[in-house]
């Protein structure tokens, strides 16, 4: 077991594929590459698929697809890395109180395979053999004070109480107050002061990357301990 190469992967569910969502997981899968696992970025934005169909042939009786999302579009590749990997980390930005629509509709056919609408011993059963250690990184444009004012961390770690409810193990980053736009001065705005967001963004940018190499970095160690 020593020699196992873990597996990693990191989800992008923002549509900007070089932005706060981007480098806070690809800080995380730096921490998880330093931690000794193989990782893989996906962005899904790139990806041609869609939610959950709610056609239930992941819970059909002996059948080849109980378990397994029966959808065949370019999704399912990757959701069969999902199924052998041994870290999974999700990313999003925050529109309107939640994740993307992207990353929802990733989520329902990530997991719903593996849950399972049966219980035992007051346990909801999943279909795996071990606990996945997993995360989710929010990254929003309102400050830390805002987002609890508002209300956020109660409805984005429903998601975060779900991954672990079917995975045996979540975690939560937030990233907040980010930097929007390379120049300021193509868009409407007066909700906030640039000039603030850059120097919040250099004070604290850096610890927040910081913070989300860790997380890939604790997450891998996670899963050598349970070996």
């Not at 020699?3 to 730096?30: C, D, H, Q, V, Y």
């Not at 395979?113 to 606990?131: A, F, Q």
């Not at 980053?173 to 120049?183: A, E, K, W």
């Amino acid at each position: 077991m020593e020699n196992k190469t873990l597996k990693a992967i990191f989800i992008n569910g923002s549509p900007r594929k070089k932005w706060n969502t981007f480098k806070a997981l690809e800080s995380a899968m730096k921490g998880a590459q330093d931690a000794g696992a193989e990782c893989e970025l996906v962005n899904l934005y790139d990806i041609d698929f869609k939610g959950c169909k709610s056609c239930f042939a992941c819970k059909i009786k002996n059948s080849k697809t109980n378990g397994v999302c029966a959808l065949k579009d370019d999704l399912r590749p990757i959701l069969e890395r999902c199924r052998e990997a041994d870290v999974i980390v999700l990313g999003s930005p925050v529109y309107y109180s939640y994740p993307t629509g992207e990353i929802r509709s990733f989520m329902e056919r990530l997991m719903f395979p593996i849950g399972t609408y049966l219980y035992e011993n007051g346990k909801h059963i999943c279909l795996r053999d071990k606990v996945i250690p997993t995360a989710m990184i929010f990254t929003m444009n309102c400050p830390r004070d805002y987002m609890k004012e508002i209300g956020y961390p109660p409805i984005l770690e429903e998601n975060t109480k779900v991954m672990a409810d079917i995975y045996g193990y979540s975690e939560t980053l937030y990233v907040c107050n980010t930097y929007q736009f390379n120049d300021y001065s193509r868009y409407d705005f007066n909700l906030f002061s640039e000039e603030e967001k850059r120097k919040y963004r250099d004070e604290h940018f850096e610890t927040d990357l910081k913070n989300a190499y860790e997380l890939g970095k604790r997450l891998v160690q996670k899963c050598r301990e349970a070996e």
